[in-house]
């Protein structure tokens, strides 16, 4: 399993409306393939500071699969108006458990 971890900066203001967007998505994560589930993390320390982990099977699962998909376009168009700069987004797998 592949960790997607991506830091999304949004505007404090909109909190509540970028939570309702990524509410409304997740149904565009379930069903994408080799997607295992996606949860929207507020970040404490930062204001306006938000981590998306989204679990994939494999890398290409989210860059090829997904992100080459009509879903991935709506999941922009939800939350995309949010973002105050580009997501940073890594792929984690786990090291040591």
Excluded: N
Excluded at 7 to 25: G, K, M, T, Y
Excluded at 74 to 90: D, E, I, N, T, Y
């Amino acid at each position: 399993m592949i960790l997607e971890m991506a830091s999304l900066e949004i505007d404090p203001a909109q909190a509540a409306q970028f939570e309702a967007a990524v509410r409304a998505a997740l149904p565009l994560f379930a069903r994408a393939r080799g997607c295992g589930g996606a949860q929207l993390h507020r970040v404490i320390e930062r204001s306006g500071g938000y981590l998306l982990v989204v679990e994939w099977e494999t890398v290409d699962d989210h860059m090829v699969h997904f992100r080459q998909s009509d879903d991935f376009q709506a999941w922009r168009q939800l939350a995309g108006p949010f973002f105050k700069s580009p997501p940073q987004v890594v792929h984690t797998e786990v090291a040591v458990k």
